[in-house]
């Protein structure tokens, strides 16, 4: 049996995906938390919300997915007849995790009278059984179409949900799952640059907890963030959601400084996505090649999946990958 072929290197690498790609009538979407070299050569780079709206809309016949498979997973369900590939099958993400299909059912089972709003975060058995999903740019809008007598079940970023609960004054029965990127950010470690950096506003995700989005200026979906600090007048901004976003970011607005918010004690690489960072350009290369790892769901579960997915995209028409979780509220 002959050695699987190296991948090549360098510029050929990427002449080589390109070349992969057209061959095999493929998208690259990727998210902005993967590295900037992956970034920069996707046909799109998105937020959760846009990147399933590309998947769905896309006319390739390859979707190559350079995220998380939580998101590969969402496209594949969203346009089934794709092939949808991903470098690495063991992207999966903390949140996913926290919140296992069958207890995820047995909390439903016992708030029989609670709809479960479920952040996109999740597997798509999950996603099955859920009755909205929301992503945290069309968490807003969607949770402003339900009645404030409705029950609601939030799911599994108890971040998120807290945050939008004390931003619209429900009281949502939320799922005690966070996210391990945006949990390590230091409290201490973001005094210390507001010190450092007198005035410099502070863009936080919404899956910080309370403490560092108490300190936000801006709250809001990667784009959200990206597009706040692409019109920012401000010399220096601290960015507290997962730094490869930076790279964009400098891009907008090449004359502005944007720190990223450390973790830990400031000497870990712990406010870094470890499952993002699993794709790699060799993994992508290796991928289009092979046509593997590929996301294989059954039409059943797919179905399944589908109907919240398509609420959220109905009622999230206009709110748009702008889509703001917006200004912060306090605790
Ligand atoms: P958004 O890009 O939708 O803001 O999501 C952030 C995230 O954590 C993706 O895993
Ligand atoms: Fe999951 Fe957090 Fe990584 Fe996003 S940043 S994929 S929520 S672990």
């Keep these: 049996m002959s050695a699987p072929q190296r991948p090549p290197v360098g510029a050929d690498l990427l002449a080589e995906i390109q070349r992969l790609k057209e061959e095999r009538n493929a998208v690259i979407l990727a998210h902005y938390y993967q590295k900037p070299e992956i970034q920069d050569l996707a046909d799109f780079v998105g937020d959760s919300l846009d990147l399933s709206r590309k998947a769905a809309e896309t006319d390739a016949d390859v979707i190559a997915f350079c995220g998380v498979r939580f998101m590969a997973e969402t496209a594949k369900i969203l346009s089934p007849e794709k092939t949808v590939i991903l470098p690495d099958m063991d992207a999966g993400c903390s949140l996913e995790d926290s919140c296992p299909p069958d207890q995820f059912k047995a909390f439903r089972d016992a708030h029989p009278d609670h709809i479960a709003l479920t952040y996109i975060n999740c597997s798509a058995e999950v996603k099955a ?5 929301v992503t945290s740019s069309s968490a807003q809008a969607i949770l402003d179409q339900i009645p404030m007598d409705q029950k609601i079940i939030f799911a599994p970023d108890r971040h998120l949900g807290g945050y939008l609960a004390r931003k619209s004054g429900r009281d949502m ?9 945006h949990q390590a950010f230091s409290e201490t470690e973001l005094l210390k640059l507001k010190a450092e950096h007198p005035g410099a506003p502070v863009a936080a ?11 936000a200026d801006h709250v809001g979906s990667t784009s959200s963030i990206l597009k706040f600090c692409a ?8 960015v507290a959601t997962e730094p490869h976003i930076i790279h964009q970011m400098k891009k907008a607005r090449p004359e502005t400084e944007f720190i990223g ?37 059954s039409a ?20 748009v990958g702008k889509g703001d979780v917006g200004k912060p509220v306090m605790r």
């Design 300 to 319: 059943e579960l797919m179905d399944a999946a589908r109907k919240p997915l398509d609420r959220m995209l109905e009622m999230s028409a206009d709110s």
């Design 173 to 181: 029965l939320l799922w005690p799952g966070i996210c391990i990127v």
């Design 129 to 133: 059984l859920s009755d909205i999903i």
């Design 261 to 297: 918010v450390p973790g830990g004690d400031g000497n870990c690489n712990c406010n870094m996505c470890p499952y993002m960072a699993l794709n790699t350009l060799e993994k992508l290369y290796v991928a289009l090649r092979d046509m593997e790892p590929r996301i294989e769901l």
């Design 205 to 215: 995700h919404p899956e910080c907890p309370p403490h560092i989005v108490d300190h």
């Design 231 to 238: 019109e920012t007048e401000a010399d220096v901004v601290l």
